[in-house]
């Protein structure tokens, strides 16, 4: 969206809008009043323009795309939107003459609580990219209260605390209470016959109003602005006798107002116990079932018959969370529009879509019968029919191979296996890069793959430039306008980013390059020091792993090459290196005992590392406390080492791999996720790569061979770091960590920490060869910023557009 606002026209709309909102001057105006001030202002602006996208959309009957998601990592909204808007400079310099500091106005925005890691984020960017595409394509999730928590260290450990992101109000919401729906849990649902037909009879249902709230997504140079519809729990309108309250009710009526808004309250409620399951699935039909209810609703104010939608309406089903929406759609179009079994199950199919996200078994999600059953109870029924009706077609069409009857059921053991529900129920089922894809299809669904193959395809992952280039480093932005002759054209079309490469021999362009990675470098060293009080030297590598901490990412393997490196350091302070300060960010779920053991291990050898006098301050260990988007983009540019080291075939795709070279850090890989598509990229001489294939991960999954005690045994480096965790050397009982060691060597070292320990620490003496070579290194970094456009999540979300929702571009006018 390009709004045509000078500065005088921005102050003046500025300080009225701070008048009207708080009756008051900028003298008086404190800064959350300037903050909240502004983001009404720049709402203002997106308003007209949001309302006549919905219009536009309305009058052609376009096709539109709703992208359900448990998560949006929408990060900070205000900067983004200005800089889609066209305005970010204009209004920078407006406040200026105000007398506000931009930046201080732009930091006081929180981070909306809406995501917690890739899943969230890749969202956020696609919901990005639909805007900016002109794409009629929305978001549909929830509107948590709190996020999954704010994480603090203290004494090394993880703690836990509350993410009341909204204790401000968030200035860009609209609430839409005339667009509220029902939607009913419990109960006891049986069928009855009527006229015929089986009519469903709901006794005695817990009623949950679903409230939604909408967050404009503008659109980068382009009219458009999409909608964000988040959904909050309330309970129903209803007249409350206060004589009833008065005699000693109110608690009760307390209570269930409670019990109705956690709903809404906390993104993954802990689920380990049976009420958080109970929680986390009531989450994933309320906003699964508001948002198909609102979107049928919108429909049929078409005028056209309702076995036409899927011609008006693609719903993708982003990972499992919402899975449950292929038997919801089918209830809505069974019971409520009395369509037969047969034209609902064909329509259903042709609007579905789903992305599959991970192979590893565990977060495929599964849900006990008896809990699904009684918690949604007629949906549950509608499962069961599809599931016998499915696995009828596939015995009929494998001559009853129960193998695969077994293997494919959507209803085994008492659990309903979520995502077979969504292949079965969807016409596309997507990987996310090209290795993952290639898993799913020959081994992981391989079943499903003989049997659907046309349903199956790969789109592989992307990021939004605009946040992790144009907002995130604009140095480096600035320098591409610079090389397109002050254009800014390039920005609608980053694959021209490749004409950078014109300039890999110039030095002067290299060494532009070489500063603007320094400038980053030394501002997140002063973040460093204010937040930490630990001083880092700018001029060391920043070797950089921020990401969910799980065990198959293999923030430990990083660990062993510090601890290594350490060791080698005591026995030779004066050892040759190039200084070297290592950042770990990552959030541990809270039930995840074994990852919260691993942060407290990597606060340990920070206190002792950082705290050593006799290294030299050789290396450093940083472990960013809170990590998220607005601290990524600190963290981002100013990194010279992107590691993306899981466990060969575990990681689906990745895309911090993406923003790291896009800002220009040289990748240390294994050949996991889009690392391959990287490799592929920039060629093998701009990348570094280490480790074990998945083939061979693989083959040891499937016919052993591999023996941890093999490597251990073998190699002294590995069994110094296991005594030292053993024996306290770093101040810490080895209690603390035991259920590291039990992974280990219990559990036949899962994912190949000491097998690729070797690989790992000569790859990293690579990289310090490399970096001593500063021209060869600048050319690296080049050669993969220059690369990394084809890695934008607008050419992912074209495909999606094209080759899964059929949808077209729907450009809103320039009203004059």
Same mark, same amino acid.
């Given at each position: ?153 203290? +004494? ?69 602005? +999409? ?11 209803? @007249? ?78 982003? @990972? ?92 085994? @053991? ?104 320094? @400038? ?154 889009? +690392? ?141």
């Amino acid at each position: 969206m390009i709004l045509n606002k000078t500065k005088e026209e921005i102050k003046k709309d500025y300080l009225k809008r701070l008048t009207f909102t708080f009756a008051e001057d900028i003298d008086q105006a404190s800064l959350d009043h300037k903050y909240f001030a502004l983001g009404k202002l720049i709402k203002d602006y997106l308003t007209e323009k949001w309302s006549e996208t919905n219009k536009t959309y309305r009058t052609h009957k376009v096709k539109q795309t709703y992208y359900f998601s448990m998560e949006f990592l929408i990060g900070r909204l205000l900067e983004t939107n200005l800089i889609n808007l066209g305005i970010r400079d204009v209004c920078e310099e407006a406040l200026k003459e105000l007398g506000i500091d931009f930046n201080e106005i732009v930091s006081y925005e929180e981070d909306a609580g809406l995501g917690n890691g890739g899943l969230g984020r890749l969202a956020a960017c696609f919901i990005d990219s639909m805007a900016s595409l002109s794409l009629p394509a929305h978001g549909n999730g929830i509107r948590f209260k709190h996020g999954l928590f704010k994480q603090k260290i203290k +004494n090394g450990y993880q703690v836990e605390q509350l993410d009341d992101w909204l204790k401000k109000d968030f200035v860009w919401e609209i609430k839409r209470a005339d667009k509220s729906v029902d939607v009913r849990f419990g109960g006891h649902v049986y069928l009855k016959e009527e006229n015929g037909k089986l009519i469903p009879i709901y006794e005695n249902p817990e009623i949950i109003r679903a409230v939604p709230y909408d967050v404009p997504v503008p659109g980068y140079q382009t009219n458009n602005v +999409n909608t964000l519809r988040l959904w909050s729990a309330d309970m129903p309108e209803q @007249d409350i006798d206060l004589s009833t309250l008065q005699r000693g009710e109110y608690l009760r009526y307390l209570e269930q107002r409670y019990a109705v808004e956690e709903i809404s309250q906390v993104l993954y409620p802990d689920d380990t116990s049976f009420e958080g399951k109970r929680l986390r699935l009531k989450q994933e039909y309320f906003f699964t079932s508001a948002g198909i209810q609102s979107i049928i609703r919108g429909f049929l104010k078409l005028g056209e018959p309702i076995t036409e939608i899927h011609n008006y309406v693609a719903i993708h089903i982003n @990972d499992t969370h919402p899975a449950v929406a292929v038997a919801e759609f089918m209830r809505i179009l069974l019971d409520d529009y009395d369509l037969d079994w047969d034209t609902a199950w064909r329509i259903t199919i042709k609007t579905m879509a789903y992305t599959n996200h991970t192979i590893m078994a565990e977060a495929l999600e599964k849900w006990n019968v008896d809990l699904f059953q009684r918690l949604i109870p007629r949906v549950y029924m509608i499962i069961e029919e599809i599931n016998r009706r499915f696995c009828k077609d596939v015995a009929e069409r494998y001559y009853n191979d129960w193998n695969k009857i077994n293997n494919m059921s959507i209803i085994q @053991d008492n659990n309903i296996k979520m995502a077979n529900l969504a292949i079965v129920g969807s016409h596309s089922i997507n990987g996310v890069a090209w290795l993952h894809t290639e898993i799913l299809k020959n081994r992981e669904l391989k079943d499903f793959y003989e049997m659907y193959p046309e349903r199956f395809n790969n789109k592989t992952n992307g990021i939004t430039y605009r946040r992790w280039l144009i907002k995130a480093n604009r140095p480096l932005t600035n320098l591409f306008t610079e090389l397109y002759g002050g254009n800014e054209e390039w920005a609608k079309d980053v694959t021209s980013m490749t004409k950078l490469l014109d300039y890999k021999d110039d030095k002067k362009i290299l060494a532009r390059l070489g500063k603007i990675k320094m @400038d980053k470098k030394m501002e997140l060293a002063k973040f460093i020091k204010d937040e930490y009080n630990i001083e880092i030297d700018p001029k060391s590598i920043f070797d950089v792993q921020v990401k969910r901490l799980h065990a198959y990412k293999r923030q430990l393997l990083n660990l062993f090459h510090i601890m290594y490196l350490y060791n080698e350091l005591k026995e030779n302070p004066k050892l040759d290196i190039v200084p070297r300060t290592f950042f770990f960010g990552a959030k541990a779920a809270p039930g995840y005992s074994l990852a919260k053991q691993i942060i407290k291990l990597i606060n340990t050898v920070a206190a002792k590392v950082n705290n050593d006098k006799s290294i030299n301050g050789k290396i450093k260990v940083i472990f960013l406390e809170n990590y998220g988007v607005s601290l990524a983009e600190k963290v981002i540019p100013a990194g010279d080492v992107s590691e993306q080291i899981s466990t060969a075939s575990k990681e689906a795709s990745g895309t911090g791999n993406m923003k790291f070279m896009m800002n220009g850090a040289i990748t240390l890989a294994t050949l996991d996720g889009a +690392n391959v598509e990287i490799d592929q990229a920039v060629g093998r001489e701009n990348i570094v790569v280490f480790g074990l294939t998945s083939q061979e991960v693989m083959h040891y999954n499937a016919f052993g061979g591999y023996n941890m005690r093999d490597v251990y045994d073998n190699d002294p480096r590995l069994q110094k770091i296991i005594e030292q965790i053993t024996t306290g050397y770093y101040g810490v009982d080895s209690s603390e960590f035991s259920m590291i060691l039990d992974d280990l060597f219990n559990k036949n070292d899962e994912f190949f920490v000491f097998k690729d320990f070797d690989a790992y620490v000569k790859a990293q003496e690579k990289i310090d060869k490399l970096y001593r070579d500063q021209e060869k290194w600048q050319k690296m970094c080049l050669v993969n910023i220059a690369n990394s456009g084809i890695f934008s999540s607008d050419n992912t979300i074209r495909k999606y557009a094209d080759e899964i929702w059929n949808i077209k571009a729907c450009e809103v006018p320039t009203v004059k």
